[in-house]
């Protein structure tokens, strides 16, 4: 990884005053990327040294807003950024490599490792500590993002600790299992897709020549390598022993991440918050039934707002350890 030398882009003031009676700045950034910049946005109150907050995508063609091409596009990184930013917290939200304003940092956006996000993120450590001053800063990953903070995370002292929202706390070969054997269409499915989750457990390629196409979709030749290297993790795992501060968050009414899964990484880390929101789902919008046209709707609405509850329950767990954050070298609890 190349050095963390940082270029300041576009600087520009947004155009209504949210914090503190005065605009927020609202900063173009970029770190080193392997073959070329990583792209993001940072966006910071006028005044105050709050908190400092990387936002690290989730799965998929996921954007810095937290939209995506498959119709994602309900943003909710960008309205957590502006609804932190209301209570002094600084946010940077990333493009991927590969990805959007990323896609020049290597060649092969689908040629990537979990190893790779993680690398990208200890570059993106380092600009924001250098451009902002701070003596560490907090990773906030979503969905699959929390499983590469936490690796980002080990031993580390320039991390102030972990905002896990929405993150599975079971290997993603067992959540794949779970969630492909709860939908009944896919029965027929399951007699080529079980084995094809093995075989990448245990870090082997799968033919797709005869696979029907939605396992194709899922088992496409050119993500392997990333699914092999995603399975390989056991995120329970991976927070045991961590020493520094830990936000558990998830929405009760999340279609892909579960209660359960919150629950066993609280297990693994007994220090950690668990704060877990009823009527919330993966895109942290409020639903109200189990209706799942009605929880689907949510990923294609940027208008709603983020549920009652979530962006108080980060702010406060940042405030709760707001010495921390000044710190900056935290030690085993």
């Known amino acids: 990884m190349n050095s ?62 937290g939209n995506s091409a498959g119709g994602v596009l309900a943003a909710p990184y960008r309205l957590l950024a502006e609804a932190l930013v209301a209570r002094g917290v600084t946010t940077v939200r990333i493009d991927k490599r590969g990805l959007a304003g990323s896609a020049g940092a290597t060649a092969d956006g689908n040629a990537v490792t979990i190893d790779d996000y993680v690398s990208d993120v200890q570059a993106w450590t380092a600009v924001i500590r250098k451009q902002t001053k701070a003596s560490c800063i907090w990773l906030l990953g979503h969905s699959e993002g929390g499983l590469v903070a936490m690796v980002a995370a080990k031993n580390r002292p320039d991390i102030c600790g972990l905002i896990l929202v929405s993150t599975a706390g079971r290997p993603m070969g067992e959540v794949l299992r779970e969630q ?29 020549t005869s696979m029907p196409a939605p396992l194709l979709r899922l088992f496409n030749p050119k993500v392997q390598g990333f699914l092999i290297s995603d399975f390989s993790y056991d995120p329970g795992q991976v927070l045991k022993g961590y020493p520094k501060p830990v936000l558990i968050l998830q929405g009760l009414r999340d279609m892909q991440v579960h209660e359960t899964d919150a629950n066993i990484l609280k297990e693994a ?29 949510t990923y294609s609405d940027a208008s709603l707002p983020l549920a009652p509850g979530v962006v108080s329950a980060i702010s406060d767990f940042l405030t709760a350890n707001a010495k921390a954050t000044r710190a900056g070298n935290l030690t085993a609890r």
């Open 4 to 65: 963390a030398k940082y270029f300041v882009i576009v600087t520009s003031i947004l155009g209504a005053a949210i914090a503190f009676g005065a605009a927020p700045t609202e900063t173009a950034v970029e770190a080193p990327g392997p073959s070329g910049p990583l792209k993001g946005t940072m966006l910071s109150p006028s005044t105050g040294h709050g908190a400092v907050v990387l936002i690290i995508p989730g799965s998929g063609p996921t954007d810095r807003d």
């Open 180 to 208: 492909l054997k709860s939908n009944p269409a896919n029965a027929p499915l399951l007699d080529q897709a079980l084995p094809a989750i093995a075989d990448l457990e245990a870090g082997k390629r799968v033919d797709t």
């Open 269 to 297: 880390d007994s220090h950690a918050t668990l704060t877990l929101l009823p009527d919330v789902n993966h895109m942290l919008k409020s639903v109200s039934s189990n209706d799942l046209r009605a929880n689907f709707a």
